[in-house]
């Protein structure tokens, strides 16, 4: 199981990033993922996740403004980030919550 996750930069307060999530080694629509994002000396915290049945959960924070998404089993896990605030500012991973398996990362900084 490979993950990459791409599509992080730097973005202005109120702007918008769509992060992607590609795969291999098995398919996202019979997993059950989240995204997950990560600020130097804080703990990891949940954002989004959708299971196989593509029933989907937010953090608090994400509620309203952000959309996780994965259309096919072919396709790549998504999350749009709508109206970004300075504190979304973190490393982003989409992890495959069964095994804990994620990919590097991609950064988002508002700013």
């Known amino acids: 199981v490979q993950l990459v996750e791409y599509g992080g930069g730097l973005v202005q307060p109120g702007g918008s990033l769509r992060l992607s999530c590609a795969a291999s080694?098995?398919?996202?629509?019979?997993?059950?993922m989240n995204w997950v994002r990560q600020v130097p000396g804080k703990g990891r915290e949940g954002v989004a996740a959708i299971n196989s049945d593509g029933r989907t959960d937010y953090a608090d924070f994400a509620k309203g403004r952000f959309t996780i998404s994965q259309d096919n089993a072919e396709a790549p896990m998504y999350l749009q980030m709508n109206s970004l605030k300075s504190e979304d500012t973190a490393l982003y991973y989409c992890?495959?919550?069964?095994?804990?398996?994620r990919g590097q990362g991609t950064q988002v900084t508002v700013s």
């Open positions: 080694g098995f398919t996202f629509s019979s997993q059950y």
């Open positions: 992890v495959v919550v069964i095994t804990g398996a």
